[in-house]
């Protein structure tokens, strides 16, 4: 079991920038994929950013590519998503997601949300 907080979201400006944060509890941290998804209203969850166990290894929704990055610090069990050239549509409730090792995210966040205004 692992239990995960989020931070970092807020308002901001289009063209700014934030840093979610994601920490999670327990030792085993470092053996989980954490992924980043986001739901805007009325809208269904989507994937946005995910990384491998030891962070060498990411992948992004082509919507965020080279907008945002995603990574970890398993010493401090958390991982990060640090988001550039905010758009309006980025606004949406920023979860995080721990998987054990299939495609399926096990744990989930509350989420925190995000709004950009333009």
């Known amino acids: 079991q692992v239990q995960l907080v989020e931070s970092g979201g807020g308002l901001v400006q289009a063209g700014g920038s934030l840093r979610l944060s994601c920490a999670a509890s327990g030792r085993t941290f470092s053996s989980y994929r954490m992924g980043w998804f986001r739901q805007a209203p009325e809208k269904e969850r989507e994937f946005v950013a995910t990384i491998s166990r030891s962070g060498f290894s990411t992948d992004y929704a082509d919507s965020v590519k080279g907008r945002f990055t995603i990574s970890r610090d398993n010493a401090e069990n958390t991982v990060y998503l640090q988001m550039n050239s905010l758009k309006p549509e980025d606004t949406a409730v920023y979860y995080c997601?721990?998987?054990?090792?299939?495609?399926?995210?096990?744990?989930w966040g509350q989420g925190t949300q995000v709004t950009v205004s333009s």
């Open positions: 997601a721990a998987s054990k090792g299939s495609t399926r995210y096990d744990y």
